[in-house]
């Protein structure tokens, strides 16, 4: 047999050189987003889902184009394209696209997810090659409230809460119960927990919520409260979306204040820092928002503080250095309306004399009740005017029993953490006895719990200290620090790539999680993002 010519051989293998560095490129490109791991799209599988949704009958609509924004979060590590992207109008336009693929059954691999804002730190709310919902877009019902005896409010799940305080403050009603950054969609928190300051006083968020509206994994519209379909209402409430979308609740109100005594000391000594905190959230009559934050080796903070704080004693904190030093933060509210202010005054003076702080470090400010929630706001306009905002998030929220919480600050805070951090510490202890039982959130097995969040922000393409690779590992020395010491932690807003991992996290209640999943998403349609449950498709049973 004769041999190929020389020239052509070597064109031949020209191109297929060409063709793999082009294959290895791209894999090395989206090596940060797993994109590896993934099947590679096809103009023709974009086609399949395109033939398949475009006949199906909404109020909505669905658009296949210009569809990157769904592909992107709040955490800005991981970025999976969605083949098409649900504006809906209406809860049948969820409950028909669900359906319909539901019917398919395994003969398609596709997936929904459900994006509210797109505060995801980990790829929860993508879906590669599957449906993304719009849930903002969802308007349905509008806001509509009851102002009886048990005032509540229903809300479409795309609501943000910000909207919700601006509309039931024309009420003189306010939800109880907060995140700390208000810009978030209801149905958002409560497939989380949604945890604030005022955690120790009212539960989390998916405490106060007297009813849901649900879209489950086959299709079907089901209203779920404590009393109707209670299985359902609690595995949804901090399910990570597993079970159905969200698409309707109704919020617990209360009466508003108008007025916020907002104050922070500062600690040097941990164990005088934990124990003051846990007296409040323990006293009966206390402060009504209980948080605290970390700061290691920051210069300058009583001048950053100044513009919005004022100092009670001037001259003694001038004396005061931050220089070098762990320090604690105590950050505290008090609400009230103006005509309540002596009275205020007098017990929040009761109330601090019971604190041990360092005298000189007594910060106070008084704002509306409005600019105390939305204060996280402000800081996000600041850093979208420098670029700062839309930038890699690689964010650490942990639980921790309050019997290792000391072994824990020792260690992460004075060892492993020995640096100017890249954002907020927050941690304040919360107690448990507040929470309802049933839910899908998972906590630490004590009563009183600290909620701890590594808030870092990386800056994009850095190598150093401040670059995302640093902030990571650090993340996973804290991790692998609370395994082999079995602090006994549990993840919030967790992120596992496997199930076994899910599993552990879960632990006693997995079987439980497990069992929602087959009942009420059994093709795994749901919230892929999360990792826990494998799409069932044909290609898997073969």
Not at 180 to 199: F, K
Request: charged share 20%; with cysteine.
């Amino acid at each position: 047999m004769k041999s190929p010519p020389t020239h052509l051989f070597f064109k031949h293998n020209s191109m297929l050189l060409r063709f793999l560095i082009f294959i290895l490129g791209i894999c090395s490109i989206n090596r940060s987003n797993l994109c590896c791991n993934q099947p590679f799209a096809t103009p023709s599988s974009f086609l399949v889902v395109q033939s398949s949704l475009k006949p199906l009958k909404i109020e909505g609509y669905f658009s296949f184009k210009n569809i990157d924004h769904a592909a992107k979060d709040f955490g800005n590590r991981y970025h999976f394209r969605p083949s098409a992207v649900l504006y809906p109008k209406a809860v049948s336009d969820i409950s028909s696209t669900v359906k319909h693929i539901f019917d398919m059954g395994t003969t398609t691999d596709l997936t929904v997810a459900a994006r509210g804002h797109g505060h995801s730190l980990e790829g929860q709310a993508q879906a590669y090659q599957g449906v993304v919902i719009s849930m903002e877009s969802l308007r349905v019902p509008a806001m509509h409230f009851h102002t009886g005896d048990l005032p509540f409010v229903d809300v479409s799940a795309g609501q943000l809460w910000i909207n919700i305080l601006h509309e039931s403050l024309k009420l003189g009603l306010t939800p109880k119960s907060w995140t700390d950054y208000l810009h978030l969609t209801v149905g958002g928190t409560l497939s989380n927990a949604g945890i604030s300051g005022q955690a120790f006083k009212h539960g989390p968020q998916i405490n106060n919520v007297y009813q849901l509206e649900v879209v489950t994994g086959k299709g079907e519209v089901i209203t779920c409260s404590e009393e109707k379909n209670a299985d359902l209402f609690y595995g949804v409430l901090g399910g990570l979306g597993q079970f159905g979308i969200i698409t309707r609740a109704r919020i617990a109100l209360q009466p508003a204040p108008k007025k916020v005594k907002w104050i922070r000391v500062l600690y040097s000594d941990f164990s005088t820092f934990s124990n003051d905190q846990e007296q409040l959230i323990q006293s009966k009559d206390s402060f009504d928002y209980v948080e605290g934050f970390v700061i290691i080796n920051r210069t300058g903070m009583l001048n950053n503080w100044r513009s919005t704080f004022n100092l009670k004693d001037p001259l003694l904190a001038r004396k005061f250095s931050s220089e070098g030093k762990v320090l604690y933060c105590l950050e505290v509210a008090k609400y009230f309306n103006p005509e309540e202010t002596t009275n205020t005054d007098q017990n929040i003076v009761v109330l601090l004399s019971k604190l041990n702080y360092i005298e000189s470090t007594l910060f106070q400010s008084e704002v509306s009740y409005v600019e105390f929630l939305d204060r996280v706001h402000v800081s996000e306009m600041k850093l979208q005017e420098k670029g700062l905002w839309d930038v890699p998030h690689p964010w650490l929220n942990l639980l921790i029993p309050k019997s290792k919480i000391h072994y824990f600050a020792q260690e992460v805070f004075g060892k492993i953490l020995n640096d100017t951090s890249h954002g907020p510490i927050l941690i304040y202890p919360v107690n448990k006895s507040k929470w309802i039982k049933g839910t899908s959130m998972v906590t630490p097995q004590e009563d009183i719990m600290y909620l701890i969040a590594f808030l870092s922000s990386a800056i994009p393409s850095s190598t150093g200290k401040d670059g995302q690779e640093h902030i990571l590992n650090k993340n996973k020395k804290i991790l692998n620090f609370c395994e082999k010491a079995h602090i006994g932690m549990k993840q919030y807003l967790p992120h596992y790539t496997t199930q076994e991992d899910w599993k552990v996290h879960f632990g006693p209640q997995w079987e439980t999680f497990a069992r929602r999943k087959s009942t009420y998403d059994p093709l795994a349609i749901l919230a892929p993002g999360h990792r826990i449950f494998k799409r069932a498709s044909l290609l898997q049973q073969q």
